[in-house]
Nanobody, 124 residues
Framework: QVQLVESGGGLVQAGGSLRLSCAAS????????MGWFRQAPGQEREFVAA????????YYADSVTGRFTISRDNAKNTVYLQMNSLKPEDSAVYYC?????????????????WGQGTQVTVSS
């Protein structure tokens, strides 16, 4: 079992940057693939980015490709989401998630553990 705690959200102007962090408990963090998802009010939770457990393979939603970067530090049990050139439509609660099978996925149902989320608000 793993517990996930996100941090780093906040209010930023359009064009600005934020770096989200997700700290994981437990000694098996390196065996999990990790993902970031987001959910805006009245909308379904959607995939943002994911990273493989070992070789650093990453996947991104089309809407964030070229602006967001996912990375992980297995020594610190932490996954990051660097968000640049933020847009008002990026405003949402951002969640990190862990896939125990270890393979990257865009599908919510393949993730076993979820954090509580961190709010990101981008003003125009």
């Amino acid at each position: 079992q793993v517990q996930l705690v996100e941090s780093g959200g906040g209010l930023v102007q359009a064009g600005g940057s934020l770096r989200l962090s997700c700290a994981a408990s437990g000694r098996t963090f390196s065996t999990y693939a990790m993902g970031w998802f987001r959910q805006a009010p009245g909308q379904e939770r959607e995939f943002v980015a994911a990273i493989n457990r070992s070789d650093g393979t990453t996947y991104y939603a089309d809407s964030v490709t070229g602006r967001f970067t996912i990375s992980r530090d297995n020594a610190k049990n932490t996954v990051y989401l660097q968000m640049n050139s933020l847009k008002p439509e990026d405003s949402a609660v951002y969640y990190c998630a862990a896939n125990a099978a270890g393979w990257v996925s865009r599908l919510l149902r393949t993730y076993d553990y979820w954090g509580q989320g961190t709010q990101v608000t981008v003003s125009s």
